[in-house]
């Protein structure tokens, strides 16, 4: 959790950065207030930023820690976040439930000014990569991806349904940074007026057997999904770790990655051990190979923050597959 936190402060000091405005915020489920506090001390005051939540004794610690900073702008109420904050409308609203965010999108929504910052997390990663998939269908309203991508495909299932919830606002959202964490995943949003002008959202269904990325298993077809960005390319490209970050070296590697990957920012990610096995090879390349030889034909590639030997390339499977079997002939000559 304190590398969520070191990047929200990241992420609203690079907001400010912008020139956008932050002057008001909810934060719906604050429980001890950390990421709140952290934010409003550390990426600048607020001229108002509410903290809430309904449990008496969540309360109880939250007020005692927000009399700790009384020049920040921090107010905390008691309060069902389920229902929207009564007018004006903030600027940022942030969402971190412990499950599912479903229940309290329509509040975040309603709570937050046209243009805002939405921050939300959800943690039932069982139902989301695939586990549960009626559930999910029913929650979520697509069909998961299972298996090793299937915490990369309940990013995409979540950004799908808060677009859905937007547009039936009137709205569109625009993702800054949304990542998968390591049991939830989490995204912050630009929410934007939609106009006749707004082009379609980036929301498709993917039908495996036509589907030239990397292998998503059977049980398809799956979503509908978020088949866009996950990064604002600018926006990333200017985060910085902040100078009082709790696991300094851990963010500044994050951010690092991500602004790589801001540069190959298509859906899903190859890993080396499953590509050999598919292929019959025995022995896999290195990640950082595959990125190499695919930025040598063209192809956008890097890493990826999902998965610590994944990469991602805009490059069709066929082409990740013959540079795995040329790489395998390569090695076999040299042995014989």
Known sequence: MALDRDLAVAVIARVRELGISLETGWEMLSA?????????????????????????????????????????GLRVEGRDARGALPP????????????????????????????????????????LAGASPSVCERRYGGRPVRGR?????????????????????????????????????????RVDPRSEATPEPPVAVIDPDRWDGPWLGAGGPFGPLWVG???????????RAPSAAAEPRRIGIFVDRL??????????????????????????????????????LGHAASRTHARPEGFRTSAPRSVVAALARADQSQKDRVRA
């Open 229 to 239: 960005p996950l990064f604002d390319a600018g926006f990333v490209t200017g985060l």
């Open 149 to 189: 991508l299937g915490p990369e495909g309940g990013l995409r299932l979540l950004l799908a349904y808060l677009e859905r919830s937007a547009r039936a606002r009137g709205r569109t959202i625009h993702p800054l940074v949304a990542y998968v964490g390591d049991h939830h995943v989490r995204a912050y949003l």
């Open 88 to 127: 004006p409308a903030v600027d940022w609203v942030d969402l971190d439930p412990y499950g599912t965010p479903v229940p309290f999108v329509p509040a975040a929504f309603d709570a937050l000014a046209p243009g805002g910052l939405l921050g939300v997390a959800a943690t039932d990663m069982p139902v």
């Open 259 to 296: 602004r790589a990957e801001s540069r190959a920012d298509v859906p899903f990610y190859f890993e080396p051990n499953e590509i050999c096995g598919r292929e019959g090879l025995s022995t896999p390349s290195a990640p950082d190979a595959f990125v190499e030889r695919l930025r040598a």
């Open 32 to 72: 001890t207030g950390v990421r709140a506090i952290r934010c409003a001390v550390e990426a600048g005051r607020f001229g108002s930023l509410t903290l809430t939540d309904r449990d008496p004794e969540a309360l109880r610690v939250l007020e005692r820690n927000v009399a700790r900073y009384p020049d920040r």
